[in-house]
């Protein structure tokens, strides 16, 4: 019944390693989203993809790679962890066409590097 | 540049307290404003979309309204379950991405 689901939902490194999140969508969604949330809980997007089209790419290190195999998940790969990458990470997903707007969000991966 | 704020950042209310949460904007064209809840540990769950100036939403004891310049989120005789963080996020004119406030964190005494 989850609608976006994400994994996992915790996960510990080391600075300098690569991790992966994973994100899925049984909305039948087109568009979906990733946003970083930080220790003040702001929420701000980083990336979004259209249909496997990457279509919003915000000033985000290119450490951070998004990967859309279909248009039901989005990944999430960091490369060469720092500090300031602790954070909670957040997927969303929405319909492009129609007549909302409305973003559903993952439950979040909390991200702690050491 | 577009901006969202919320305030209070905090408020502490007694049961059956009513109160009101302001969301502020300053952006170059409003698509829509939205309202969010979050609990802790967990995603942003959708609450209202407000499109247009006067515009109101209600949905039991939340009742959200919007004007050009800023939105309310009123809540009516609150419950200790209404405690969360409440986000508004707008939508902008032409782009596919949501900018969010800082949020409010609401707690209701028993």
């Known amino acids: 019944d989850t609608a976006v689901s994400q994994t996992p939902k915790y996960l510990v490194t080391q600075m300098g390693n690569d991790k992966s999140i994973k994100c899925e969508q049984n909305?039948?969604?087109?568009?979906m989203y990733w946003y970083k949330q930080d220790s003040k809980k702001f929420l701000k997007i980083m990336f979004s993809?259209?249909?496997?089209?990457?279509?919003i790419n915000e000033t985000v290190p290119n450490r951070f790679s998004p990967k859309s195999p279909d248009k039901a998940h989005l990944n999430l790969h960091i490369n060469s962890l720092e500090l300031g990458d602790s954070a909670v990470y957040f997927c969303?997903?929405?319909?492009?066409?129609?007549?909302?707007?409305?973003?559903?969000f993952g439950p979040g991966t909390r991200l702690t590097v050491l | 540049e577009d901006q969202v704020t919320q305030s209070p950042e905090a408020l502490r209310l007694q049961e059956g307290e009513s109160s009101s949460l302001n969301c502020s904007y300053t952006?170059?064209?409003?698509?829509?404003l939205f309202w969010y809840r979050q609990d802790p540990g967990k995603g942003p769950e959708f609450l209202f979309t407000?499109?247009?100036a006067g515009e109101e939403k209600e949905k039991e004891r939340l009742k959200a309204t919007l004007t050009k310049k800023e939105s309310f989120l009123h809540i009516t005789a609150p419950k200790p379950e209404d405690s969360a963080t409440y986000l508004c996020?707008?939508?902008?004119?032409?782009?596919?991405?949501?900018?969010f406030g800082q949020g409010t964190r609401l707690t209701i005494n028993p």
């Open positions: 993809y259209n249909n496997k089209e990457l279509i």
């Open positions: 952006v170059s064209g409003l698509r829509g």
């Open positions: 909305l039948g969604h087109d568009t």
């Open positions: 996020a707008v939508l902008i004119q032409g782009a596919q991405k949501l900018v």
């Open positions: 969303a997903s929405k319909v492009t066409r129609g007549s909302t707007d409305t973003q559903y």
């Open positions: 407000l499109y247009s």
